[in-house]
C-alpha cells in the first residue's frame, strides 16, 4: 500500500462517525434547520448604497472623512477630493468595523 492511501485509510478511520441525513440519522428539514440557524451567526446586509461613502468624523482635532464601500474601510481623508480618491480596498469585512457601521448608519439593518 502507498503512503497516500495508508494516510487517507488512517484519516477516515479518525473521523467521527457520521449522524445526518447522508447517514440517515436524521431528516432533511432537520439538516437544514440546523444550516440555517449555524449560518444565522454570519449574516451580513447587503451594503445599501450605490457605491462609496464618507462618514465625517468630528471628534479629533481635524475633521476627517472615513470612506467605506462595500462594508470595507477604504481609509480616511481630510477633505472630500482626497476622500474621492481612496481606492484602496481592504481584503476582509472586519467584523468589529460592520457592527459600529450598523450602528452608525441607523437605518441599516443585518435582518
Not at 478511520?13 to 447522508?22: D, K
Not at 472623512?65 to 477630493?81: E, M
Request: with cysteine.
Amino acid at each position: 500500500m502507498n503512503r497516500k492511501k495508508t494516510w487517507c485509510a488512517a484519516a477516515l478511520a479518525a473521523m467521527p462517525l457520521r449522524t445526518g441525513v447522508c447517514a440517515g440519522a436524521g431528516t432533511e428539514a432537520a439538516h437544514r434547520d440546523r444550516l440555517v440557524a449555524s449560518l444565522q451567526a454570519a449574516r451580513v446586509a447587503c451594503w445599501p448604497f450605490g457605491g462609496a461613502i464618507g462618514l465625517r468624523d468630528d471628534d479629533c482635532k481635524v475633521a476627517r472623512i472615513h470612506v467605506v464601500r462595500n462594508w470595507r474601510y477604504l481609509g480616511s481623508a481630510p477633505d472630500l477630493a482626497r476622500a474621492r480618491s481612496l481606492r484602496r480596498v481592504a481584503p476582509a469585512i472586519d467584523t468589529e468595523a460592520y457592527r459600529v457601521l450598523c450602528k452608525s448608519i441607523s437605518w441599516v439593518t443585518t435582518t
